[in-house]
């Protein structure tokens, strides 16, 4: 910053200083009897002669020196100004990139999707992809944010936002592929469900770092409840996190950060 | 879906659709309006049961014919945990009003 200033400031020290003596010299040269004699006024004594001269000559240089000084100011300002900006410009790009994205996805995993089709970390690959944990015996919760996804999908295609919904289960004991199927039917057509053995959707969660407590052995038709974290995740086109979405955000909100994100996430890629 | 109905036998088998869920809820709903008039917090205290049965019988016949098991107790529990964090909230608003006051 200081290096920047004072390369910029030099020529505004330096400059002005010639035109000064200039001046001195241009006023002392037309009191010598030496000048051209058109050069010499007519009439008027020495001292007289020589006051007025001094003025004029003054009068004549000071516009130009205040506009040279007007110039110079202005241009290193404006350089000044430029590279101020830029720097603060990287160093806000640094600011945020500077604490690093947490460690969320970004794993291979493989997984199977309620039409029994494999599903890997590849297909995550060139396009948005917003992710969210569940299961579908969930009572209240889980529906009311696939319903709020289904919102917020609606609301993004309209201004061409396509994202890949994933709705991965944390209880793949019971959520087969069929049940997945049938239960994705309720919500937004474009939701595709994941699961697989305890052991994938065990290494699933820890990746996206989802908490859960799915008891590993359960008898066929015990009923149970899964204890799992609520969030979206917002995935960028290289299966890398972008930015988690909480129960806070509603219909509207939830689909403006998301919109945000993504622009910001391109403005800076 | 691998559901054996033979542990719930009273019961027909909880369907997991919008309309299963819609039904349960708003039978849930009812039958929580219901306590709020008897100024029952916890349905699950046994010191409840018997006010319970005299007032809201026929609620609760109905919340837990139309919600599947597991939801029935989990929304009993979350009755009282949204009661007590709600009591937390308000007095929480009322500490910040109080501050704000003495400014």
């Known amino acids: ?269 | 879906m691998v559901w054996i109905p033979f542990v719930s036998s009273s019961k027909p088998e909880f369907k997991n659709n919008r309309e299963a869920r819609k039904l349960c809820w708003e039978s849930r709903d009812e039958y929580f309006k219901c306590l709020d008039k008897i100024d029952i917090i916890s349905p699950i205290d046994p010191k409840n049961k018997s006010k319970i049965k005299a007032n809201c019988s026929t609620e609760e016949n109905k919340f837990e014919q139309n919600c599947a098991n597991s939801w029935i107790s989990y929304f009993k529990e979350k009755r009282i945990t949204d009661y007590r964090n709600n009591l937390i909230q308000k007095k929480m608003e009322q500490d910040q009003l109080e501050a704000d006051m003495k400014k």
């Open chain 1, 1 to 269: 910053m200081l290096r920047l200033t004072r390369r910029n400031w030099l020529p505004l020290i330096k400059k002005p200083l010639p035109f000064t003596r200039l001046l001195h010299t241009n006023a002392i040269r037309y009191n010598t009897p030496k000048s051209h004699l058109s050069r010499q006024p007519i009439g008027g004594s020495q001292a007289s002669r020589t006051r007025t001269r001094r003025f004029e000559n003054v009068e004549f240089n000071a516009p130009l020196s205040i506009a040279f000084f007007l110039f110079v100011g202005g241009l290193s300002y404006a350089i000044f100004e430029y590279q101020k900006n830029k720097m603060d410009k990287e160093q806000e790009k640094e600011s945020r990139k500077g604490y690093g994205t947490p460690q969320i996805g970004g794993h291979p995993f493989k997984l199977i999707d309620q039409d029994g089709k494999e599903f890997s970390d590849k297909d995550m690959l060139n396009k948005f992809s917003i992710v969210y944990f569940g299961f579908s015996h969930c009572p209240d919760i889980c529906p009311d944010e696939l319903d709020k996804l289904g919102c917020w999908l609606d609301d993004l295609s309209k201004d061409r936002i396509e994202l890949q919904p994933l709705f991965v289960t944390c209880d793949p004991a019971r959520d087969s592929p069929e049940v997945l199927k049938e239960y994705l039917k309720d919500f937004h057509p474009g939701i595709r469900g994941l699961t697989g053995t305890y052991e994938d959707i065990k290494q699933m969660c820890k990746q996206y770092r989802v908490y859960f407590s799915t008891p590993e052995h359960v008898k066929p038709g015990q009923e149970y409840l899964v204890d799992h974290s609520i969030f979206f995740y917002l995935m960028d086109p290289q299966g890398k996190f972008i930015t988690i979405l909480g129960r806070n955000l509603d219909e509207l909100t939830g689909a403006e950060k998301i919109r945000e994100s993504i622009w910001e996430y391109k403005r800076t890629h």
